[in-house]
């Protein structure tokens, strides 16, 4: 069956421009994440949700990272007044269910240019 | 708080010769840690997980990983690399707790194989 997508694969964003970045879980997964992968680094822990209630948003770097996931199924990542420090790769993941020993499976990611 | 040290950024290795990826963690509880995989452009995929039953783990294409506790290590080994091994891979630890659902990744190691 389909696996995680997430769209746009590659963004380019001016400074200050405001980006959204879309996760399409696979489908009935109640678990969604998204990471922030930055270059030559491994992924970080950005939030958490269970079907639509974010239940930990505490990666979140700044108050400019927004994340909603309004019916329980597609998620969006917005950044506003997106900078330079923002440049990375944004992975989405779902899990079937909400106990920790379900795996994750991972989208391939939105590559995340500000320039 | 628990974390991972991967202690190389880089090995190289010939077809065909064994694979040592080598990683230490840092937790006070018992923990449940993995191997991921990143190719290029593509999602992260699990390799293999600990979770506190037999010690040597064996994941897919042909790796596996042995739970040292005295030695706090988790290293992944593979004893023949083929060329389509060459990826990223990353050592992971899980949270304990309400927050079982957090993973902490490496920084990675990247595996470049030689004809």
């Known amino acids: 069956g389909a696996g995680v997508s997430q769209s746009p694969r590659y963004k380019v964003a001016k400074r200050g421009q405001d980006v959204a970045l879309r996760c399409d879980p696979i489908?009935?997964?109640?678990?969604l994440f998204w990471y922030q992968q930055a270059l030559g680094q491994g992924p970080e822990f950005l939030t958490y949700?269970?079907?639509?209630?974010?239940?930990?948003k505490s990666g979140l770097p700044s108050d400019r990272f927004f994340a909603e996931r309004p019916e329980g199924s597609v998620s969006t990542l917005k950044i506003q007044r997106t900078q330079q420090e923002d440049s990375a790769v944004y992975l989405c993941?779902?899990?079937?269910?909400?106990?920790?020993?379900?795996?994750?499976?991972f989208g391939p990611g939105t590559r995340l240019t500000v320039l | 708080a628990q974390s991972v040290t991967q202690l190389d950024s880089h090995v190289s290795v010939s077809e065909g010769t064994p694979v040592l990826l080598r990683c230490n963690y840092s937790?006070?509880?018992?923990?449940?840690l993995f191997w991921y995989v990143q190719h290029p452009n593509k999602g992260l995929q699990l390799l293999l997980k600990?979770?506190?039953?037999?010690?040597l783990v064996k994941g897919i294409n042909g790796f596996e990983a042995e739970f040292k506790k005295s030695e706090t290590s988790f290293h992944l080994t593979k004893p023949s690399a083929h060329m389509s091994d060459a990826a990223e891979y990353f050592c992971?630890?899980?949270?304990?707790?309400?927050?079982?659902?957090?993973?902490?990744f490496g920084k990675g190691t990247l595996l470049t194989v030689n004809p």
């Open positions: 993941a779902s899990r079937a269910l909400a106990g920790s020993y379900n795996e994750q499976f």
């Open positions: 937790s006070s509880y018992s923990p449940s």
């Open positions: 992971v630890v899980r949270a304990s707790g309400g927050s079982n659902y957090k993973l902490t």
């Open positions: 600990y979770t506190s039953a037999a010690t």
């Open positions: 949700f269970q079907n639509e209630a974010q239940l930990d």
């Open positions: 489908s009935g997964h109640v678990s």
